[in-house]
């Protein structure tokens, strides 16, 4: 048969142009295959794609054990589903998976996948595998108990302090205990690509889990003193000469207070380290603290080259795993930090080397391979948290975290987070219904939110019972918000609104009920229309272009999402608005509201 060359050469093209409409690239501009997770860049805000879409994971995380047994699951999928979560965070351990060595087990992690697609969920897996909570309590038996081939950390002096000498902690300076760790990461990532490559149920994956040394600053084992004496390696030295004007400010306070050295010892470019002899004190606030420090402390580095050495270690051993299990099959992967807490400043206090924001750097420069350094929030101070966490691009994703529906709503609306997950999510106690209306009322809006993160169009906004009233400029009004509470009433004084008159439907009064934080994401999706998500507040307009002054309220509408289209349940005018004058917001409703300007 004779091919016809024009024909061939449509053939060529088309294929060609099919494996381009198939294939994405991640935020590193490496090819992707068709849908496979993995992040983009939108704005300034970095997205997680699934199957080609931006993915907004409303999820929470299993204790520890919970899927080391399948029939444990059965009974909590459905919880999960009831209550709204689109995602679990699921732990995989090192020991059960490879329960000896070269052997692997697959029946869990597949048991895992086959019930989150049953349940229409996706997974976040978390290898829990050298390290937990800074203690190596996943690790397998046979790595356990061979003290020699993986070594252990060593703290203190072995003399003078109470706790001295080798702890159950793998240390970073076994290369054959990252190899291991590694090798185990790569077959559990294939099988994952296997089994899971054209699915996508598994979105992302957790490397380790707080990692860092506990009750000491560092490592005083012979090789990690070694390390220690020497000088930082040059790897180091040139990735911060190269971001030098970009540094986390309380990381470069550190390196400019030793006189920006590019070369030297630990401790000759970034100070003295903890001598061996001290104790760390269980709280570290006072004494040897003043009162400011115990006000600040855990803002800034304590002891900094332990913490910074220990960084960089932790780092370096992560990438192999992280390397290796990419190689295998390439999603996004992140690690997660133990953050300081304020009675605990000392690095060894919280596990020192963890990817908390102080170090963010020296991560970047170790382990380049990581996405997204990660904090487990359950600080009172979310939104500096959140701050400190998305500073030089770091997306954010929260691990674990409490349920305060708040939070959420903030961490989407206004940090551009890629998802947020409570931790032990499986508890005892029924998972909050607010919580559940939040992810409701967030995934409805979601492919609104996400076609606007990264730009100026979306925001969030919270207040407490108390607070004065906020404003936030937004599209072509500025937007201010008063705190309103659970039942979100108009005040009684408010014009055309008669006092003593019935609430307004769907507001009845419980003065019993507790103060509520109120939230709401608010999207700006034309020049005189927003949408609304979550309250407790009202709002009032005022027009931020030339134009008349005053602003009416158009339609107002409470509605949800069905099908991806707005679906109106409640039009509001007369006395659930004050006669046209007061947008009330109340918690997890949506709302649309379109405005106009009159003289
Ligand atoms: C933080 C750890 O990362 C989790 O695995 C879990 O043990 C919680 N703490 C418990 O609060």
């Given at each position: 048969m004779r091919v016809k060359w024009t024909s061939l050469f449509g053939v060529i093209l088309l294929v060609t142009s099919l494996r381009v409409a198939c294939s994405a690239q991640d935020a590193t501009g490496t090819t992707l295959a068709a849908g496979v997770p993995h992040l983009q860049k939108q704005g300034n805000a970095t997205q997680l794609i699934v199957d080609g879409k931006p993915y907004l994971a409303m999820a929470g995380e299993l204790s520890n054990n919970a899927a080391t047994?399948?029939?444990?699951?059965?009974?909590?999928?459905?919880?999960?589903v009831a209550a709204n979560l689109n995602t679990a965070l699921i732990g995989v351990t090192w020991a059960q998976f490879e329960p000896e060595e070269g052997k692997y087990n697959y029946v869990q992690v597949d048991g895992v996948i086959a019930k989150a697609r049953e349940n229409h969920m996706h997974v976040v897996l978390i290898w829990f595998a050298s390290w937990k909570n800074g203690t190596s309590s996943f690790a397998p038996y046979w790595v356990k108990k061979d003290y020699q081939?993986?070594?252990?950390?060593?703290?203190?002096?072995?003399?003078?302090?109470?706790?001295?000498?080798?702890?159950?902690?793998?240390s970073t300076f076994g290369s054959e205990t990252s190899d291991a760790?590694?090798?185990?990461?790569?077959?559990?990532?294939?099988?994952?690509?296997?089994?899971?490559?054209?699915?996508?149920?598994?979105?992302?994956?957790?490397?380790?889990?707080?990692?860092?040394?506990?009750?000491?600053?560092r490592d005083r084992s012979p090789d990690a003193n070694r390390a220690f004496a020497g000088p930082v390696p040059a790897k180091l030295m040139q990735y911060l000469e190269a971001h030098k004007d970009s540094l986390i400010p309380e990381f470069r306070d550190v390196w400019a207070a030793n006189g920006y050295k590019n070369s030297g010892t630990w401790e000759e470019v970034f100070g003295p380290g903890k001598p061996a002899n001290v104790e760390i004190p269980i709280q570290t606030t006072s004494p040897p603290m003043s009162a400011l420090e115990h006000s600040n402390s855990w803002q800034s580095l304590h002891w900094p080259s332990d913490e910074i050495f220990m960084a960089w270690n932790y780092a370096n051993y992560?990438?192999?795993v992280v390397e290796t299990g990419k190689a295998a099959y390439n999603i996004p992967m992140f690690v997660n930090g133990w953050l300081q807490q304020p009675n605990h400043a000392w690095p060894g206090t919280f596990p020192s080397g963890g990817p908390l924001p102080e170090v963010h750097d020296v991560w970047r420069a170790g382990a380049p391979s990581?996405?997204?350094?990660?904090?487990?929030?359950?600080?009172?101070?979310?939104?500096?948290?959140?701050?400190?966490?998305?500073?030089?691009?770091?997306?954010?994703?929260?691990?674990?975290?409490?349920?305060?529906?708040a939070n959420v709503i903030v961490a989407v609306g206004k940090y551009n987070a890629i998802g947020f997950s409570p931790f032990g999510i499986d508890g005892n106690r029924p998972i909050a219904a607010d919580l559940s209306g939040a992810y409701s009322m967030l995934e409805q809006l979601a492919p609104m939110i996400l076609a606007r993160q990264g730009t100026d169009s979306v925001t969030a906004v919270r207040m407490i019972q108390g607070d004065e009233p906020k404003s936030v400029k937004l599209g072509n009004y500025t937007l201010t918000f008063t705190y309103a509470g659970r039942n979100s009433r108009l005040p009684p004084q408010a014009r055309g609104q008669v006092v003593g008159s019935a609430p307004p439907p769907g507001t009845a009064a419980n003065s019993l009920d507790a103060p509520l934080e109120a939230a709401a994401v608010l999207i700006s999706t034309g020049p005189d229309e927003y949408y609304f998500g979550g309250g407790g507040m009202r709002v009032d307009f005022t027009a931020?272009?030339?134009?008349?002054?005053?602003?009416?309220?158009?339609?107002?509408?409470?509605?949800?999402?069905?099908?991806?289209?707005?679906?109106?349940?409640?039009?509001?005018?007369?006395?659930?608005?004050a006669q046209g004058e007061i947008l009330v917001l109340r918690p997890n409703n949506i709302v649309r509201v379109t405005l106009y300007r009159y003289p």
């Open positions: 047994s399948l029939e444990n699951m059965d009974t909590i999928w459905p919880r999960l081939r993986f070594p252990r950390i060593q703290i203190n002096d072995g003399k003078t302090v109470s706790i001295s000498g080798p702890l159950e902690l793998l760790d590694a090798k185990a990461f790569g077959a559990l990532m294939k099988h994952i690509g296997e089994v899971d490559g054209t699915q996508h149920t598994v979105v992302m994956v957790q490397v380790e889990n707080e990692v860092g040394v506990l009750r000491d600053t992560v990438q192999k990581v996405d997204i350094l990660a904090p487990d929030l359950y600080l009172e101070s979310f939104d500096e948290v959140c701050q400190r966490f998305t500073r030089n691009g770091n997306p954010l994703f929260i691990p674990e975290t409490n349920s305060n529906p931020n272009s030339p134009g008349p002054g005053n602003v009416g309220l158009g339609d107002v509408q409470e509605g949800k999402f069905v099908d991806g289209k707005f679906v109106v349940t409640r039009q509001i005018a007369g006395d659930d608005d």
